[in-house]
Antibody, heavy 117, light 110 residues
Framework: EVELVESGGGLVQPGGSLRLSCAAS????????MSWVRQAPGKGLEWVAS????????YYVDSVKGRFTISRDNAKNSLYLQVNSLRAEDAAVYYC??????????WGQGNLVTVPS | QSALTQPPSASGSPGQSVTISCTGT?????????VSWFQQHPGKAPKLMIY???KRPLGVPARFSGSKSGNTASLTVSGLQAEDEADYYC??????????FGTGTKVTVL
């Protein structure tokens, strides 16, 4: 059974940093593109970043470029999102998701990042 | 990259059909056959319902169908059931390995 379990969220002051983690199991992690998608409270979904199978190619939505870094450790079946210079508008539930067929077929349960305004 | 446009709400009685539109541009919806649809119940993670415009993942009922014409994609739920009440989001590939979601539609089963 495919499972994605996020961790690392919490309350962070504006300008602060956090590292989100996503532990994957039940599939061959090293052959899958992976992504982060976020959802601000009461708002819609927003694609944040994607990384290819070996971590050599990374893509970001414009609003987080230069502040967020997506990475992965295939030996640990883990995906990461380093978030720096946090702003109030970054407050959201962050989901990790497995990419397949130009969509995302498996999602984690979500991890809340709170940034007080 | 602007969000794709969806109607805020849609509704139907049990057994009826409801169709949700998702309007983008030639740079996203109109430019690629990589439109997907997600269902999200309150407090839950999104669930993939349609990918590549009209393909259904294993386990998704056949009453969910997708289509696209020009810059607008559509999701139709036929034979509406109580458990279909949820938020629905479209998503499209927008080139250069970037993706854009729709604004979301709340479906109510009357």
């Amino acid at each position: 059974e495919v499972e994605l379990v996020e961790s690392g969220g919490g309350l962070v002051q504006p300008g602060g940093s956090l590292r989100l983690s996503c532990a994957a199991s039940g599939f061959t992690f090293s052959t899958s593109w992976m992504s982060w998608v976020r959802q601000a409270p009461g708002k819609g979904l927003e694609w944040v970043a994607s990384v290819n199978q070996d971590g050599s190619a990374k893509y970001y939505v414009d609003s987080v470029k230069g502040r967020f870094t997506i990475s992965r450790d295939n030996a640990k079946n883990s995906l990461y999102l380093q978030v720096n210079s946090l702003r109030a508008e970054d407050a959201a539930v962050y989901y990790c998701a497995r990419a397949a067929n130009w969509a995302w077929d498996y999602w984690g349960q979500g991890n809340l990042v709170t940034v007080p305004s | 990259q602007s969000a794709l446009t969806q109607p805020p709400s849609a509704s139907g009685s049990p057994g009826q059909s409801v169709t949700i539109s998702c309007t983008g541009t030639s740079s996203d919806v109109g430019g690629y056959n990589y439109v997907s649809w997600f269902q999200q119940h309150p407090g839950k993670a999104p669930k993939l319902m349609i990918y590549e415009v009209s393909k259904r993942p294993l386990g998704v009922p056949a009453r969910f169908s997708g289509s696209k014409s020009g810059n607008t994609a559509s999701l139709t739920v036929s034979g509406l059931q109580a458990e279909d009440e949820a938020d629905y989001y479209c998503n499209s590939y927008a080139g250069s390995k970037h993706f854009v979601f729709g604004t979301g539609t709340k479906v109510t089963v009357l």
